[in-house]
């Protein structure tokens, strides 16, 4: 194996760990919530389905491809 594909294969191996970490820290920083909580959440601001597409912004695409989305 060539230098230059050894350093290709450890920048995705440590890219993916990274990106494994991060989900990992977003996991613990997210509060728990209690079914409850929940409830008095939804009956104070609604279902996120009840929103117009102009009052939220869907993250998925950005937390997904470490914030960079085209």
Same mark, same amino acid.
């Given at each position: 194996?060539?230098?230059?594909?050894?350093?290709?294969?450890? %920048?995705?191996?440590?890219?993916? &760990? +990274?990106? !494994?970490?991060? +989900?990992?820290?977003?996991?613990?920083?997210?509060?728990?919530?209690?079914?409850?909580?929940?409830?008095?959440?939804?009956? !104070?601001?609604?279902?996120? =389905?009840?929103?117009? !597409?102009?009052? =939220?912004?869907?993250?998925?695409?950005? &937390? %997904?491809?470490?914030?960079? &989305?085209?």
């Amino acid at each position: 194996m060539e230098i230059h594909e050894l350093k290709t294969v450890i %920048k995705e191996t440590m890219r993916e &760990v +990274l990106r !494994e970490e991060r +989900l990992m820290l977003c996991k613990i920083l997210v509060p728990y919530v209690t079914d409850a909580e929940q409830s008095e959440l939804e009956a !104070e601001f609604g279902s996120p =389905a009840d929103y117009s !597409e102009d009052e =939220a912004v869907d993250m998925t695409a950005w &937390v %997904k491809y470490g914030n960079q &989305v085209s």
